[in-house]
T-cell receptor
Framework: AQTVTQSQPEMSVQEAETVTLSCTYD???????LFWYKQPPSRQMILVIR??????QNATENRFSVNFQKAAKSFSLKISDSQLGDAAMYFC??????????FGGGTRLMVKP | GAVVSQHPSWVICKSGTSVKIECRSL??????MFWYRQFPKQSLMLMAT?????????EQGVEKDKFLINHASLTLSTLTVTSAHPEDSSFYIC??????????????FGPGTRLTVT
């Protein structure tokens, strides 16, 4: 079974600084998708970024970028120029076609003004 | 686009009663919908996968007779918590995957429903 591990229960960053959230996963598949979701206090799940495993290039969405290391099964999220609105729970997730979406335990990000 | 709604957003019910939660895909058709449960400060736990026109597939440990799922149309899935007890109190989230095999990896989440059983 696939597992997703987020080793940082909480992280803190100063506004305008950069922070990296870690995620590792375990799979025997070669074709899969990885995601970072944001869950703010409203608890609405918001897709931050998606990475297809067959793509070597790291995905980027504005201030959000990932470091995808397929061999190491690592998928970290970098948030640049952190803003107060970035404070939320962040979940790493894995998906293989035909299987369910598997979430990590989450990282609570606090942004200090 | 790709909006999913849930109703109600918050419900309180008495122990022993049943409560129904609706999940709707507003601007797309969803052959497959998913129901998650989230406890405070924890991750999402998949309860069941709902496929339009067929029986839901429940994850291990989820009581199918307690959590009834119906996916009668391509835009609506319902979760009924039967004979609710205080331990069923939780945050329930649905998600919907657009119809089409090539889009199976896409899931759009509803805003969630907070259930409190007294």
């Amino acid at each position: 079974a696939q597992t997703v591990t987020q080793s940082q229960p909480e992280m803190s960053v100063q506004e305008a600084e950069t922070v990296t959230l870690s995620c590792t996963y375990d799979t025997s598949e070669s074709d899969y998708y990885l995601f970072w979701y944001k869950q703010p206090p409203s608890r609405q799940m918001i897709l931050v970024i998606r990475q297809e495993a067959y793509k070597q290039q790291n995905a980027t969405e504005n201030r959000f970028s990932v470091n995808f290391q397929k061999a190491a099964k690592s998928f970290s999220l970098k948030i640049s120029d952190s803003q107060l609105g970035d404070a939320a729970m962040y979940f790493c997730a894995y998906f293989h076609p035909g299987n369910m979406l598997t979430f990590g335990g989450g990282t609570r990000l606090m942004v200090k003004p | 686009g790709a909006v999913v709604s849930q109703h109600p957003s918050w419900v309180i019910c008495k122990s022993g009663t049943s409560v129904k939660i609706e999940c709707r895909s507003l601007d797309f058709q969803a052959t497959t919908m998913f129901w998650y449960r989230q406890f405070p400060k924890q991750s999402l736990m998949l309860m069941a996968t709902s496929n339009e026109g067929s029986k839901a597939t429940y994850e291990q440990g989820v009581e199918k007779d307690k959590f009834l799922i119906n996916h009668a149309s391509l835009t609506l899935s319902t979760l009924t918590v039967t004979s609710a007890h205080p331990e069923d109190s939780s945050f329930y989230i649905c998600s919907a995957s657009p119809t089409g095999r090539s889009r199976a990896y896409e899931q759009y989440f509803g805003p969630g429903t907070r259930l409190t059983v007294t």
